[in-house]
């Protein structure tokens, strides 16, 4: 059964430091999406691509968070500086295309910031 | 974010029994989504609905889609073990807005 691919699953990193996360998306998938998840909460939308490019990145801190999707597959999350309150888990999600609701997720990467 | 009311919060119940939890929204929502997630662990879905009144069933769930279309409810039969975890709904309002999740609803079996 196809999955979506995430690494690293675990990373802690001092504040200020310099962090990223990669994401394959299911074969095919057109749309990628990058959620944090606090918590005790639900996932909250930081991108979402289109094959290579961004539809949505309304909720992303840009001064200090940045994502690419350079040849409309795999991404990457980046964050610089880390700050403690970016502690959470980072989910890759993918789905068919923009009208596609069904959404699947990856296994997430759980960074810890000290 | 906006995030959607889900009821109850946690559910304590015994292996065998049935299970009720809903979602609501003072929104109308065109496409709701139930997941669950295990701890550590990305959401894993079980069951989309698109059209008001729609049921649909994936083995021992069955998810409803509300005719007010503000809320949805997915019902559990006969729960075992490895029914535990954080169940949340999603909900779309219109073609391509981004998913909005529920605030999640805990689900624990007692021995």
């Known amino acids: 059964e196809a999955e979506v691919a995430q690494s690293p699953r675990y990373k802690i990193t001092e504040k200020s430091q310099a962090v990223a996360f990669w994401c394959d998306p299911i074969?095919?998938?057109?749309?990628l999406y990058w959620y944090r998840q606090i918590l005790g909460q639900g996932p909250e939308l930081l991108v979402q691509f289109q094959d290579e490019s961004v539809v949505d990145d309304s909720q992303l801190p840009k001064d200090r968070f940045s994502a690419e999707r350079l040849k409309g597959v795999d991404s990457t999350l980046k964050i610089q500086p880390a700050e403690l309150g970016d502690s959470a888990m980072y989910l890759c999600?993918?789905?068919?295309?923009?009208?596609?609701?069904?959404?699947?997720f990856g296994p997430g990467t759980r960074l810890t910031v000290l | 974010g906006q995030q959607l009311n889900q009821s109850p919060q946690s559910m304590f119940i015994q292996e065998g029994e049935d299970v009720s939890m809903n979602c609501t929204s003072s929104?109308?929502?065109?496409?709701w989504l139930w997941y669950k997630q295990d701890p550590g662990e990305g959401p894993v879905l079980l069951i989309a609905l698109y059209k008001a009144g729609e049921l649909t069933s994936n083995g021992r769930l069955t998810a409803q889609f509300g005719i007010t279309r503000k809320d949805s409810f997915l019902n559990i039969s006969a729960s075992i073990p490895s029914d535990v975890g954080i169940y949340f709904c999603?909900?779309?309002?219109?073609?391509?807005?981004?998913?909005?999740f529920g605030t999640g609803t805990r689900l624990t079996i007692i021995p």
């Open positions: 999603a909900g779309q309002r219109f073609g391509n807005e981004k998913l909005t």
């Open positions: 929104s109308i929502f065109n496409t």
């Open positions: 074969s095919g998938h057109a749309t």
């Open positions: 999600a993918s789905s068919r295309g923009t009208g596609d609701n069904e959404q699947f």
